[in-house]
Nanobody
Framework: QVQLQESGPGLVKPSQTLSLTCTVS??????????WSWIRQPPGKGLEWMGA???????YYSPSLKSRTSISRDTSKNQFSLQLSSVTPEDTAVYYC????????WGQGTQVTVSS
């Protein structure tokens, strides 16, 4: 069973860049699943898919976030990362990393608050 763990700052100031890393164990980001995703849930709202990096390094982004989002990976560390630029308080959410979609493996989630 693949396990995922998010890490990164819990507080980011407006206009700065949010950076999170997902560390994967029990499997490889180059073979175990087709895609490795970042998903967030703002307070009181549903889940929002932000983007993904595939097993071959290809990236896919939500059209609404594409201009501010970058997903990368470090295969030597079996990690993939999210960067979201120019954040506003509306980016406050619990951020999850995921493998294999809704029925796959999920990290426990990490709260990120955007506030000055």
């Amino acid at each position: 069973q693949v396990q995922l763990q998010e890490s990164g700052p819990g507080l980011v100031k407006p206009s700065q860049t949010l950076s999170l890393t997902c560390t994967v164990s029990g499997g490889s980001i180059t073979t175990s699943y087709y895609a490795w995703s970042w998903i967030r849930q703002p307070p009181g709202k549903g889940l929002e898919w932000m983007g993904a990096i595939a097993y071959d390094g290809s990236t896919y982004y939500s059209p609404s976030l594409k201009s501010r989002t970058s997903i990368s990976r470090d295969t030597s560390k079996n990690q993939f990362s999210l960067q979201l630029s120019s954040v506003t308080p509306e980016d406050t959410a619990v951020y999850y990393c995921n493998a294999g979609g809704r029925g796959g493996s999920w990290g426990q989630g990490t709260q990120v608050t955007v506030s000055s």
